[in-house]
């Protein structure tokens, strides 16, 4: 055993909450949000090769309230998580880690994500005649 | 301490034999070549899902069932499970700490994958071959 403790890092509850490590979480908790979203879309599939009453309750789940909030959260998530992974996939090749950069990029993407998923809903409501 | 100068490793390590399983690059490198993909894949099936939000079935069984449906989806939901398999798998190994209850939510989310990528091309090829 070694004769000196190792040296251990400050709780996490230690650090004030930042933008950077706030996305970060958040990047996480998009990606199992969206994990989660895959299960509804398997579903929805099989509905749509199974049968018109089983399509027609699937279609109805999704027009709840309930569904309309999470499909509104997936939309948000996968935003979201796309494009901080087009930030992630940049500092893999080595861009953007200017302390002023991934502040820029980090509001970049919270700011994209909200005006693209709503957006995305705009663009449903009007293809089908508002509300 | 018994261990060579310079070295980071432990002990505990040291003894075990524990070091690099040489894979670590290739989980980090399929997680980066599914986003790459997903990119493209996705942006189009959110364009096309908002306009089947709620359409009856027999409109989203003709864009279901159409040969270029079939081959973008099944491509869509092979990168979305494999990415998401991936990520899920770092989240157990970093936050599941019990030896027992990390292998078997590692072989839920591995089989829970490789059976909803199947379960959902098979629904497509049913769609595109029977017409639902």
């Given at each position: 055993m070694a004769s000196h403790p190792r040296p251990t890092s400050p709780h996490l509850q230690i650090y004030r909450p930042?933008?950077?490590?706030?996305?970060?979480?958040?990047h996480r908790i998009a990606g199992i949000f969206l994990s989660l979203g895959i299960l509804a879309l398997i579903y929805w599939l099989v509905a749509a090769a199974s049968s018109a009453e089983a399509f027609d309750q699937a279609q109805s789940l999704a027009a709840s309230i309930v569904g309309r909030s999470l499909l509104f959260l997936w939309t948000g998530?996968?935003?979201y998580h796309l494009l901080n992974g087009l930030r992630h996939l940049a500092w893999d090749a080595g861009w953007g880690f200017e302390l002023t950069a991934v502040y820029r990029s980090g509001w970049a993407v919270l700011i994209g994500s909200v005006v693209l998923s709503l957006a995305a809903w705009a663009l449903g409501y009007w293809a089908?005649?508002?509300? | 301490m018994a261990?060579?100068?310079?070295?980071?490793?432990?002990?505990?390590?040291?003894?075990?034999?524990l070091g690099s399983a040489k894979e670590g690059v290739h989980h980090w490198w399929a997680q980066r070549v599914s986003a790459i993909a997903l990119i493209p894949l996705s942006l189009w099936f959110v364009a096309c899902i908002v306009f089947l939000i709620d359409v009856d079935r027999a409109t989203a069984v003709q864009w279901l069932g159409s040969p270029v449906t079939l081959g973008l989806m099944s491509l869509f939901l092979i990168a979305?499970?494999?990415h998401a398999v991936l990520g899920l798998q770092v989240v157990v190994e970093d936050y599941i700490h019990g030896k027992a209850a990390k292998l078997i939510l590692l072989l839920i989310i591995q089989f829970a994958g490789f059976g909803l990528a199947a379960t959902g091309i098979i629904a497509m090829l049913l769609i595109t071959l029977y017409g639902g």
């Open positions: 930042q933008l950077t490590s706030i996305l970060s979480i958040l998530a996968f935003f089908r005649g508002g509300l | 261990s060579a100068k310079g070295s980071l490793r432990s002990e505990l390590g040291r003894v075990r034999g979305l499970i494999y």
